[in-house]
């Protein structure tokens, strides 16, 4: 059973702003690093952020870097990403996902082991 569930996605103009959520149990928050890919069906899935549980620090592919912004919520158990000057081009099903925070790389989606259902992105030009 999914573990994660996404939600914010939906359709917005260029240059907008959306923000998504996810919403993980006790379990998965506390102990992995979490992680943002998208994925179109032309495309092979793309790391978007992550961010680690030890301490904190942000990853970010030049794509993205200066306009998301991924957060973690302790309080609530979430993960958050902050989408500004959003481009077409960032259209896709962007998915939540966790992993274990060990040292290796975070941009590797197969190390994540547990993910969510998908939100859909839409940025209409």
């Known amino acids: 059973q999914a573990q994660l569930v996404e939600s914010g996605g939906g359709l917005v103009q260029a240059g907008g702003s959306l923000r998504l959520s996810c919403a993980a149990s006790t379990r998965t928050f506390s102990s992995y690093a979490m992680g943002w890919f998208r994925q179109t069906p032309a495309k092979e899935r793309e790391f978007v952020a992550a961010?680690?549980?030890?301490?904190?620090?942000?990853n970010y592919p030049d794509s993205v870097k200066g306009r998301f912004t991924i957060s973690r919520d302790n309080a609530k158990n979430t993960v958050h990403l902050q989408m500004n000057s959003l481009k077409p081009e960032d259209t896709a099903v962007y998915y939540c996902?966790?992993?274990?925070?060990?040292?290796?790389?975070?941009?590797?989606?197969?190390?994540?082991?547990?993910w969510g259902q998908g939100t859909q992105v839409t940025v209409s030009s």
């Open positions: 961010i680690r549980r030890n301490d904190g620090s942000t």
């Open positions: 996902a966790a992993r274990r925070d060990l040292a290796a790389s975070l941009r590797n989606y197969a190390l994540y082991n547990e």
